[in-house]
């Protein structure tokens, strides 16, 4: 079993930043490969980037390759997502979320999740 919040969410301009932080809670933490996913409003959920247990290479979807960036701290059982050079349609609810074992980073191939921050960019 693990447990996820997210905090960091908030209200930010257009070229602006944020960090999302996700505090995992459960044991052996480093198993799981570990995911950012994002909803909008009237929109499916969708992968946004997952890093893997070890902390190998991430994977980022090509609409925020090259300003997120994920990274984990295994020791402190946290996921953080850097997001600069933020826009509008970046505006979304951001969701963490675990998996036993590569799974694709399908939203159904999940274990777990935490309950969302919402990230709202003004143009």
């Known amino acids: 079993q693990v447990q996820l919040v997210e905090s960091g969410g908030g209200l930010v301009q257009a070229g602006g930043s944020l960090r999302l932080s996700c505090a995992a809670r459960?044991?052996?933490?480093?198993?799981?490969?570990m995911g950012w996913f994002r909803q909008a409003p009237g929109k499916e959920r969708e992968f946004v980037t997952g890093?893997?247990?070890?902390?190998?290479?991430?994977y980022y979807a090509d609409s925020v390759k090259g300003r997120f960036t994920i990274s984990r701290d295994n020791a402190k059982n946290t996921v953080l997502l850097q997001m600069n050079s933020l826009k509008p349609e970046d505006t979304a609810v951001y969701y963490c979320?675990?998996?036993?074992?590569?799974?694709?980073?399908?939203?159904?191939?999940?274990?777990?999740w935490g309950k969302g921050t919402l990230v709202t960019v003004s143009s």
């Open positions: 979320a675990a998996s036993y074992g590569y799974t694709g980073w399908s939203v159904d191939g999940m274990d777990y």
């Open positions: 459960g044991r052996t933490f480093n198993s799981y490969d």
């Open positions: 890093i893997s247990g070890s902390g190998g290479t991430p």
